[in-house]
């Protein structure tokens, strides 16, 4: 393994990244609720009560069940969310540790990859980072994705999903702390991730596993992207290359000014490890940046070596280089 650059972002390591691995009508035009006093959640059963969240806007609020390895540490609920008046799925996790303080917790937000179902957040997705990571873990499935209304646009219109989740974790759900506010990105994650912390002044650090930056490079290097891409997007790269830069960080790497951990291994076979390569050579003189590498061809992984590293990035208690 080499470990090349400087200070890097947060989160949560997941063993393994899923990142590949009965709706309520569209509910357009209702006005949002207001949010949430920590006061009154806690009043009406406690700050970490989901189902004193739900509104016209946060509805069908479920605890699951993710599995005995995880929910012995997390409590785990999958709601639904408005976004632009579609019905949006998502899950959290919530340590219990967390939870028992009846404080505003640390959050990390992780964005999934994939297109369309292939890809889709699992009931155990949360829960798997949350464990890796130590925080709440919040993540959407996208419109389009995992019985969420719409179309996948692969960072499109879809990116307000991500917005929106934002906005709710700051102005509803009481329980989050947005000071240290991070995003994680997998895969076709960066797509949602990189712009993301281009226009949202809220994420403060963020972390790329395996995550694409260049979808033009996408397109030409995989036969089966170029479909993906244009049934998404709409257009092929040559029909409409400004849709193309805007999905990807490659090209406006200068704007992103929060710090970034990257990993990435040599011979994937999903996201050419080129992309990534790319753009820290291009962040590093914009912001902290670490870029950790793998010789293997593991996908969207967190090898468990680097694990207490990024839990300790988490903490504070990290030093200046992971070298």
Partial sequence: MKTTGILGIVLAAVLVLVSLAACQPEQSGQPASSALTDASAADSGGLYRMENYENSEVFQI??????????????????????????????????????????????????????????????????????????????SQYRGCGGSQGKDQFGGDDLRDVIKLIDLC????????????????????????????????????IIALSAESDLFEAYESRDDMKTVLKETIGYTPDENPEEYKKRSAVYWADEIKVPVLMFHAKQDKQVSYSQSEELYAKLKDSTDCTFITYDDDSHAIIHPEDIGTIRDWLKGTSKNSLN
Avoid at 118 to 136: D, E, F, N, W
Avoid at 190 to 199: D, E, F, H, K, N
């Fill in 62 to 139: 479920a605890k699951v069940n993710a599995g005995a390895d995880y929910d012995d540490f997390c409590t785990t609920y999958k709601f639904s969310y408005l976004s632009d008046g579609l019905k949006i799925n998502a899950y959290v996790s919530i340590p219990f540790s967390v939870a028992d303080t009846q404080k505003p917790g640390k959050c990390l937000m992780f964005n999934h990859g994939g297109n369309r179902d292939y890809g889709a957040l699992t009931k155990a997705t949360t829960a798997r980072v949350s464990y890796a990571c130590q925080r709440i873990v919040i993540a």
């Fill in 170 to 205: 700051e102005n509803h759900f009481s329980f989050i702390d947005m000071d240290d506010f991070c995003v994680a990105g997998a895969s076709r994650g960066g797509v949602m991730t990189y712009p993301a912390a281009r226009q949202d002044k809220r994420i403060k650090r």
